[in-house]
């Protein structure tokens, strides 16, 4: 992976922040809907001053203000794992592209010291060049050098010194 890659996460948290509040939004109206269709505040007031000596009214404010805040970091936490689990997705994909994508050719490989063919798993032999083509990414070109040059076309070298 390149260091010099760099990461700009200043328009994900706008959009995390945006989000949030969207949600904070949403539960306020959803309170207030709430409460003026089935006037649940005046059920919770009416229960509190029924059972006073246990002073339930804080403790139902307390209760009903942390279900809201922990719904909240819940849905908050799960937005970040999908994002997050998205991601990773994308990058497995990523991996396993690049990973059928590699070819090497790896171990020990049986070659005859005399014409130079390589045996293959099942005990065929084959031009050097068409193992290591079928066997990895290398393409071959094919030219000759000064040394074979001479020994192949002998005639020639002695057209070319005259």
């Known amino acids: 992976m390149e260091n010099s890659q760099q990461f700009d996460f200043s328009d994900d948290k706008a959009r995390r922040y945006a989000t949030e509040l969207g949600i904070i939004f ?3 109206v959803l309170v207030y809907f709430i409460s ?7 059920h919770i007031y009416r229960f509190s001053r029924t059972h006073e ?11 009903i203000f942390l279900v809201f805040s922990m ?3 819940a849905i908050c936490r799960w937005m970040e794992v999908n994002r997050t689990l998205g ?3 994308k990058k497995h994909g990523e991996l ?26 099942e005990g065929y032999w084959h031009m050097v060049e068409e193992y290591i083509q ?3 990414d290398a393409q071959f070109s094919h030219g000759i050098c000064p040394e074979c040059f001479e020994k192949v076309y002998p005639e020639l070298m002695k057209m070319k010194a005259e």
């Open 53 to 63: 000596a246990y002073e339930l009214d804080e403790v139902l404010s307390i209760f």
């Open 134 to 136: 079928n066997h990895s």
């Open 36 to 42: 003026a269709r089935y006037d649940i505040f005046e």
């Open 96 to 121: 396993e592209k690049a990973f059928a994508e590699i070819k090497q050719l790896r171990g020990i490989i049986p070659i005859c010291s005399s014409c130079k063919k390589i045996r293959d798993d």
């Open 71 to 73: 719904s909240f970091f």
């Open 26 to 28: 949403f539960l306020t």
């Open 87 to 89: 991601e990773l997705i």
